[in-house]
C-alpha cells in the first residue's frame, strides 16, 4: 500500500533524516586505513544507542537474507555493493566502501548512502573509482529533480537510467529505492531504470528513498556466503548513493541531505 504523508507528518520525519546524515558523515570520518568494519558498525550503534533511536537492520530479516542482518550498517567493500555485513576486516588503503543506514527516529525512518574511496586512491584504480562513485551521485541528483508532482516514478527510474547508461554502465533492477515512512521499506518499488511516464503518479506527500547503484564492468551480482552482502559477478567495484526525499508541491525535500 502506497502512503501519502501531510505536510505536518513529514515534518516529524526530518529528526530521523537529520540523524541519518550525522551518522553517514561520523562514519565516513572514521572509516580510515587500518579500522575495521566492526569498529564502524560499533560507533553507528554507539549514536543509537546515546540518540534513543532504534536501528532498522540488526532484526531486519526479509526472504533474500539468511538470518536476521545482527548489525547495524551496511558496510560494502570493493566488489560488494548492496547489505554488505560488517565483518572482520581491516579497511585498506585504496578501499571502495559503501556505507548504507536506516534508522527510526519516534517512530519515523530514514534511509541514506554514500561510496567514497578509503585512504590513498589505489595505483590505477583511482580515476575508474571516482567515475563510478561520481555517476551514481549524479544519477542520484538526476532522480531526484526528476521526483516533481506530475511526474511518474518511470521518470525518475529513466533519469538515474540515462546516467547509468550515458556513463558506460549496464543497470541491475534487482533492487533499487521503495517507500519510507514508518518501516524501512515500502511501497512503490523506484527501479534504478525504467521507462519515463510509466507507473505510478508521484503526488504531495510520498515519502521514498532513490537509490542508484552501479557496478564497474557488469550488472549481475551473487549472494556471498555470510547470506547478505551482493557483490558483483566478475568481481568489478560497484558504489551506492541514496538519500530519502519527499514529494512535495514546492519540489522535492531531501530529508537526508548531508551538510
Not at 572514521?30 to 549514536?47: F, I, T
Request: with cysteine; aromatic share 6%.
Amino acid at each position: 500500500m502506497i502512503e501519502l504523508r501531510t505536510p505536518r507528518e513529514i515534518d516529524e520525519m526530518r529528526p530521523a533524516g537529520r540523524f541519518v546524515a550525522e551518522v553517514l558523515t561520523t562514519v565516513r570520518a572514521a572509516a580510515k586505513p587500518g579500522v575495521n568494519l566492526l569498529e564502524l558498525d560499533e560507533l553507528a550503534h554507539k549514536m543509537i544507542r546515546d540518540r534513543g533511536a532504534e536501528s532498522c537492520y540488526i532484526d531486519y530479516h526479509p526472504s533474500f537474507g539468511a538470518m536476521p542482518f545482527g548489525k547495524v550498517i551496511c558496510t560494502s567493500v570493493n566488489d560488494a555493493v548492496l547489505h554488505g555485513l560488517p565483518y572482520d576486516y581491516a579497511l585498506r588503503d585504496g578501499d571502495l566502501l559503501s556505507i548504507d543506514f536506516a534508522v527510526a527516529v519516534d517512530g519515523w525512518v530514514s534511509d541514506s548512502a554514500l561510496s567514497f574511496v578509503v585512504g590513498t586512491p589505489a595505483p590505477g584504480r583511482g580515476e575508474a573509482d571516482t567515475k563510478l562513485i561520481r555517476t551514481t551521485e549524479i544519477a542520484l541528483e538526476a532522480g531526484i529533480a526528476a521526483a516533481v508532482v506530475g511526474n511518474k516514478i518511470g521518470d525518475i527510474s529513466a533519469a538515474i537510467a540515462k546516467v547509468g547508461h550515458d556513463a558506460g554502465y549496464s543497470i541491475n533492477t534487482d533492487f533499487g529505492g521503495h517507500g519510507v515512512g514508518r518501516t524501512m521499506h515500502g511501497d512503490p518499488h523506484v527501479p534504478n531504470d525504467g521507462r519515463a511516464g510509466r507507473g505510478f503518479p508521484l503526488k504531495p506527500g510520498l515519502v521514498i528513498a532513490v537509490e542508484p547503484w552501479f557496478l564497474e564492468t557488469t550488472d549481475e551480482i551473487w549472494t556471498d556466503p555470510d547470506g547478505w552482502t551482493l557483490r558483483s559477478k566478475d568481481g568489478s567495484r560497484g558504489a551506492h548513493s541514496e538519500h530519502t526525499i519527499a514529494i512535495t508541491g514546492d519540489g522535492p525535500i531531501v530529508l537526508t541531505a548531508r551538510d
